[in-house]
C-alpha cells in the first residue's frame, strides 16, 4: 500500500485562455471533481489517499507542505490542463523537490500532449485516458519497484530516457468501473461559484464529450460516455445526505443532450424530493416548456446556453447548429418557467468585424437573459479551430507552450478581421454594458438571496469598473 497525496494546485488564469482575467479569478472556487475521480481509483486498489485543496483553502505552497508531511506521501498526484500546465508544474516541482517522491500527473492535457508533458523537469509519470488501468499498475510497479514503462494508459520514460505512450483503449466506457468520486477527501464547506447561491455547493457531471462538433470546442473530440442513471442518483443523494450539498452545477457540456436520459434523471429527483436547486449547460434548440417545466420542477433554476452571436454565417462556420430566430422565445420561456438563463456568447468569431461585435453586444443586452458570459474566441487545444491553425502556421502552439518554448502574445487569429486587442476590448465593453445597465443591476440586486452572493458581486463588479487595464499591463 502507497500513501498516495493528490493536490488540486491553485488555478487562476493564463493569458491565452478565452476568459478575461477578472473572470477567472472571480469565477468562484470548485471541487476538483477530475482529481476526485482519479483519488477514488487510488482507493478502490488499496492506497492510503488523500487530497489536498490548496485552492479552495487558499493554500501557499508551505502550507500545503505543512499538511503533507504528516501524511508522509509516497508519491504525489496532480490533474494538468493545458492552460494551467506552467501553474500546477510550478507547485508540482516544489512539492516534489521539497519531499523527495515521484509525481504522477493525469487529466486532459496528457490525453493531447502526453511527449510534451513528460518532457517537464517536474513530471515523473503520466496517466492517459480515464486512468482504470493505469493508475493502479502504475501505483502497483512504483510499489514493487518495477519499471513502468509500457504499461496500458501510462505515459514513463524508458531506461534509456525516450519517453514511452501506453495503449489507451478510447472506446472502453469508463463508469460501470468508475468509483464515485472521493468527495470525503474534499472541504465540502468551501466550495461556491460566482453565481451560486445555496451551500454546500459542488460541481458534477453525468458524462463527459458532446454529441455535437462545433469547430471552436475543445470538449467536442473528447470520447462520449453516459453514467447510468442508478449512479447518478447514488452520487446526488450522497452529495445531499452525505455532504449537506443544497446547489449542483452539472457541468455536462450538453445536459439535456441525451434527451430520454436527462428526462429519466429528471423524474427521479422529482420522486427523490431533495432539498436540491440545480443548474446545467445545455443547447437551447433542444430546450421546450414540457422539458424545462419537468426540469424546473427537478430542481433546476438555471440553465446555461451557447448562443454565441446572432451573425447566422459565423454561426454556419462554426458548425453551431442553432436557430437565432429560436433563442428569444425559448429564454422567455424558461423565464416564464422559473429558471434562469445564462447565455454564451463569443466575441472574435469568423469574419468578425468592428460592426458584428457591437451587434452582438447589443444583441445579448436585448435579451432576456439573467446572466451572460463573453469570450474572446480562441483555437482551444484539441479543437478543430487549432487544427486548422496548425495547418496554416505549421506549428504547434499549444505544444510548444507545454513546452516551454517562446510562443507569441497572442494565440494567431485568422478567423476574424479584428485583432485580439480590439477583441479583448469589446469582450470588456460587452460585460459592462451587460451587467450594468440600470435595470439588470436592479434585478440582480432582488434576487440576491445572501450577504455572500451580494459581496461576491458587488468585489467582481469592482474589479470590472477599475480593473481596465490589459491582462498584459496595457491598456486596450
Ligand atoms: C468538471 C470540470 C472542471 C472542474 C473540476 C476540475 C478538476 N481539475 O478537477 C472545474 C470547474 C474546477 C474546472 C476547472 C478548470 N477547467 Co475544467 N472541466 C471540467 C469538465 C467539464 C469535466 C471534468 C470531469 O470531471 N470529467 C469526468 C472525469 C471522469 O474525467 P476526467 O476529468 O478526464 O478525469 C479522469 C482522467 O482524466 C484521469 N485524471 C484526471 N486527473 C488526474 C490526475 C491524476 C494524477 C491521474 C492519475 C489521473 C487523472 O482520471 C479521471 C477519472 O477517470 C471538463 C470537460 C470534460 N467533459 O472532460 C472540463 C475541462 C477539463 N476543463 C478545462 C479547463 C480549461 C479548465 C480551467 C483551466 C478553466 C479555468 N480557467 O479555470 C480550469 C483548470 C483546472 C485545472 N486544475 O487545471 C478544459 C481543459 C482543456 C485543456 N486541454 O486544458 C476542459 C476539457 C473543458 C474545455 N473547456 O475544454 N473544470
Not at 493545458?82 to 515521484?102: E, Q, S
Not at 455535437?212 to 443523494?237: G, H, K, Q, S, W
Not at 506549428?395 to 510548444?400: E, I, L, S, T, V
Request: proline content about 6%; overall charge positive.
Amino acid at each position: 500500500m502507497l500513501n498516495v497525496a493528490f493536490v488540486y494546485a491553485p488555478i487562476g488564469h493564463c493569458s491565452f485562455e478565452e476568459n478575461l482575467r477578472v473572470v477567472d479569478e472571480d469565477f468562484g472556487r470548485l471541487n476538483p471533481l477530475s482529481l476526485s475521480y482519479a483519488a477514488a481509483i487510488a482507493e478502490k486498489a488499496g492506497h492510503r489517499v488523500t487530497i489536498v485543496d490548496a485552492n479552495a483553502l487558499r493554500l501557499t505552497p508551505a502550507d500545503t507542505l505543512a499538511r503533507l508531511r504528516p501524511f508522509r506521501p509516497d508519491v504525489l498526484g496532480f490533474s494538468l490542463s493545458t492552460y494551467m500546465f506552467h501553474n500546477t508544474t510550478r507547485w508540482m516541482k516544489l512539492l516534489r523537490d521539497a519531499l523527495r517522491v515521484p509525481t504522477i500527473a493525469g487529466g486532459v492535457n496528457l490525453w493531447l500532449y502526453p511527449r510534451e508533458t513528460l518532457e517537464h523537469e517536474a513530471v515523473d509519470y503520466g496517466v492517459r485516458g480515464f486512468g482504470l488501468r493505469g493508475l493502479p499498475a502504475l501505483l502497483d510497479a512504483l510499489e514493487r519497484g518495477i519499471d513502468p514503462a509500457g504499461l496500458p494508459e501510462v505515459v514513463a520514460r524508458s531506461t534509456s530516457g525516450e519517453v514511452v505512450v501506453g495503449e489507451v483503449d478510447w472506446k472502453a466506457n469508463p463508469y460501470p468501473e468508475l468509483p464515485q468520486p472521493a468527495r470525503h477527501l474534499l472541504p465540502n464547506d468551501r466550495y461556491y461559484s460566482i453565481i451560486s447561491q445555496r451551500r454546500n455547493f459542488t460541481v458534477m457531471v453525468t458524462g463527459t464529450g458532446c454529441a455535437f462538433t462545433c469547430r471552436y470546442c475543445a470538449i467536442a473530440p473528447l470520447p462520449r460516455f453516459r453514467n447510468p442513471l442508478d449512479r447518478v442518483m447514488e452520487e446526488i443523494t450522497d452529495c445531499v445526505r452525505t455532504y449537506d450539498v443544497r446547489e449542483i452545477d452539472f457541468f455536462d457540456a450538453d445536459f439535456f443532450g441525451q434527451r430520454k436520459a436527462a428526462v429519466e434523471l429528471c423524474e427521479c429527483l422529482v420522486a427523490a424530493n431533495l432539498d436540491l436547486e440545480w443548474s446545467c449547460r445545455s443547447r437551447i434548440d433542444i430546450l421546450d416548456a414540457s422539458l424545462l417545466e419537468l426540469a424546473c420542477r427537478a430542481g433546476c433554476r438555471r440553465i446555461f446556453v451557447g448562443i454565441e452571436t446572432p451573425d447566422p454565417r459565423a454561426l454556419r462556420a462554426m458548425r453551431k447548429k442553432v436557430r437565432v430566430s429560436d433563442v428569444r422565445l425559448t429564454l422567455e420561456t424558461m423565464r416564464r418557467i422559473g429558471i434562469r438563463p445564462l447565455g454564451f456568447f463569443m466575441i472574435g468569431v469568423p469574419g468578425e468585424t468592428h460592426r458584428s461585435a457591437l451587434a452582438t453586444i447589443g444583441y445579448a443586452v436585448s435579451l432576456p437573459l439573467d446572466y451572460a458570459q463573453f469570450s474572446r474566441m480562441i483555437p482551444k487545444p484539441g479543437s478543430e479551430l487549432h487544427e486548422d491553425l496548425k495547418k496554416r502556421t505549421r506549428a504547434d502552439f499549444w505544444a510548444d507552450y507545454v513546452l516551454g518554448r517562446p510562443v507569441p502574445a497572442r494565440l494567431p487569429n485568422f478567423h476574424s478581421r479584428i485583432s485580439e486587442d480590439v477583441i479583448e476590448a469589446y469582450t470588456k465593453l460587452a460585460y459592462l454594458a451587460f451587467y450594468y445597465r440600470p435595470n439588470h443591476v436592479a434585478r440582480a440586486l432582488l434576487r440576491m438571496r445572501s450577504w455572500d452572493e451580494i459581496s461576491r458581486s458587488a468585489r467582481t463588479a469592482l474589479r470590472m469598473l477599475t480593473g481596465l487595464k490589459d491582462r498584459d499591463g496595457r491598456k486596450p
